[in-house]
């Protein structure tokens, strides 16, 4: 597997700052760098380049000579689908993956949240640059409650659909999920994996899949370039539509 130990530390030092100003009020500041630096183990050139990457976002907000605050909450728009919303037609290309990153650790609190888990609980997180024509086009980090694919492998997610082998191998039936989508910038890992300059377009797609009863099967964060992919949806509207 390729390593990126920077990049992939820069990874989990986002999370860490995404849980800490996951529950505060827009306009809340944020513990100074140095001190962020010493509680999360790290360098501060590491932890400020996670910073930055959260203020490109928007989500921090940097203000001279006051430090670092949370940023405005974003407005959500809802797209309207049918009782079939799950059924997704497969993209263009022949799709393949190359596997950067394939572990086991225990959750944080944000993905224990979006899991639906005990923090304590052991999360397969997986890492895979996908390659359409093997031409890289999006960066996907995969979350997976470890008990319910124990046996799962890397070579198991390098091509066909990951949804259809989880119901073959596991008996996972994936029927419905919550999906955003974002504008966004690329940050120097995501950049180089892409083939694409520093800060390029791009979109931050997050996924949370469940089976029929509700259960939480996977949390998907993914970055697509945003200058080969886009995203297109049918929208029906009736008398009351505005």
């Known amino acids: 597997m390729q390593r990126l130990p920077a990049g992939l530390k820069r990874d989990r030092v986002r999370d860490v700052l995404l849980d800490l100003i996951s529950d505060k009020e827009p306009g809340t500041a944020i513990p100074s760098e140095r001190d962020l630096s010493r509680e999360l183990g790290v360098s501060r050139p590491t932890l400020r380049a996670a910073i930055d990457g959260l203020v490109r ?7 001279h000579g006051r430090g670092t605050f949370t940023g405005r909450r974003k407005v959500t728009q809802p797209l309207a689908a049918g009782d079939d919303s799950f059924h997704a037609p497969a993209a263009e290309g022949n799709w393949l ?14 993905l224990a949240h979006r899991l639906q888990v005990s923090p304590a609980d052991p ?6 640059l996908r390659l359409v024509d093997d031409e890289p086009m999006a960066i996907e980090r995969i979350h997976l409650p470890h008990r319910l694919v124990e046996s799962l492998r890397p070579d198991d997610m390098v091509s066909g ?7 073959t191998r ?4 994936v029927r419905r999920a919550t999906q955003s989508i974002e504008p966004t910038v690329t940050d120097e890992t995501e950049a180089e994996l892409l083939g694409v300059p520093q800060h390029a377009p791009a979109l931050l797609i997050e996924r949370t899949a469940r089976e029929a009863n509700g259960r939480v099967v996977e949390f998907t964060r993914s970055i697509y370039r945003g200058d080969r992919y ?5 929208l029906h509207f009736d008398d009351t539509s505005g």
């Open 161 to 167: 659909s990951f949804y259809r082998f989880l119901r």
């Open 230 to 234: 886009r995203i297109t949806s049918e």
């Open 170 to 173: 596991f008996g996972i039936d």
């Open 123 to 128: 999360v397969l997180r997986v890492v895979r």
């Open 97 to 110: 993956s190359r596997i950067l990153e394939f572990d086991s650790a225990p959750a944080t609190a944000r």
């Open 57 to 63: 976002q928007g989500m921090l907000v940097r203000e």
